[in-house]
C-alpha cells in the first residue's frame, strides 16, 4: 500500500508509461493508439490456431508488430508455431523452473538454497512476464523472454544463471556423494 503513490508517480511521470498504462486498462479500445503493440501480438497469436502459418511465413512481424524479435517474440512462436509451440515452449519453462527448484531443495547449505531459488525465480518470473504481456494479461513492458529473444545481455544473464544453477546442483551432488531425485 505504501508503494502506490510511489507508483503511481512514476506512471504518470512519464507520457508513454501513462499511455501504456491507459491502452491496459482500456481493454484495447483504442487500437490505433497505444494498444496497436497488444492487439496486433493478440492477431499474430491467433492467427496461428493448432498447428502455426509455419516456421518463417508469419505476417505479423513484416511490420504490423514492432519488436517481433525480442518483446513480442512469443506472439511470433504462436503464430509460426501455433498451440503446439507455444505448448512446447511453456513445457520448457515449466520444467526448467521445476529443475531449478530441485536443485534448490537439494542445496547442501541455506546459501546454495536461497542461491538456487531467487535465480530459478528470476527466469520463470520473466518468462511469465513476457507470456503476460503478450497476452495482454499485464501492461506492455520491455521485457524479453529469456533464452529466446534477441538480445546478447538477456541471453547473458539467462546463461549465466543457469551456469551457478548447474553449479548448485553439481555441488549438492559432489557433498553427498550421490545423485538425489
Known amino acids: 500500500l505504501l508503494a502506490i503513490p510511489v507508483l503511481w508517480?512514476?506512471?504518470?511521470?512519464?507520457?508513454y508509461?501513462?499511455?501504456?498504462?491507459?491502452?491496459?486498462?482500456s481493454g484495447g479500445s483504442d487500437a490505433a493508439e497505444s494498444s496497436w503493440q497488444i492487439s496486433q501480438s493478440l492477431t499474430g497469436i491467433g492467427a496461428g490456431q493448432f498447428v502455426?502459418?509455419?516456421?518463417g511465413e508469419g505476417?505479423?512481424?513484416?511490420?504490423?508488430?514492432?519488436?517481433a524479435y525480442?518483446?513480442?517474440?512469443f506472439s511470433t512462436i504462436g503464430e509460426e508455431w501455433g498451440f503446439l509451440g507455444v505448448l512446447v515452449v511453456l513445457?520448457?519453462?515449466?520444467?526448467?523452473?521445476?529443475?531449478?527448484?530441485?536443485?534448490?531443495?537439494?542445496?547442501?547449505?541455506?546459501?546454495g538454497l536461497?542461491?538456487?531459488?531467487?535465480?530459478?525465480?528470476?527466469?520463470?518470473?520473466?518468462?511469465?512476464?513476457?507470456?503476460g504481456v503478450t497476452l495482454a494479461v499485464v501492461p506492455t513492458t520491455g521485457i524479453s523472454l529469456p533464452f529466446v529473444s534477441f538480445g546478447r545481455s538477456s541471453l547473458?544473464?539467462?546463461?549465466?544463471?543457469?551456469?551457478?544453477?548447474m553449479s548448485v546442483a553439481r555441488h549438492s551432488e559432489a557433498v553427498t556423494g550421490k545423485r538425489k531425485r
Open 59 to 67: 505476417l505479423q512481424k513484416l511490420g504490423y508488430l514492432q519488436y
Open 114 to 131: 536461497l542461491l538456487a531459488t531467487g535465480l530459478t525465480t528470476m527466469i520463470g518470473l520473466a518468462a511469465v512476464l513476457h507470456i
Open 17 to 25: 508509461r501513462l499511455s501504456r498504462m491507459v491502452g491496459f486498462l
Open 156 to 165: 547473458l544473464v539467462s546463461f549465466l544463471a543457469t551456469g551457478v544453477l
Open 9 to 15: 508517480h512514476e506512471i504518470v511521470s512519464v507520457q
Open 91 to 111: 513445457g520448457l519453462f515449466g520444467l526448467y523452473v521445476a529443475l531449478g527448484f530441485r536443485s534448490a531443495r537439494n542445496a547442501p547449505d541455506t546459501f
Open 70 to 73: 525480442s518483446d513480442f517474440i
Open 52 to 55: 502455426g502459418v509455419g516456421f
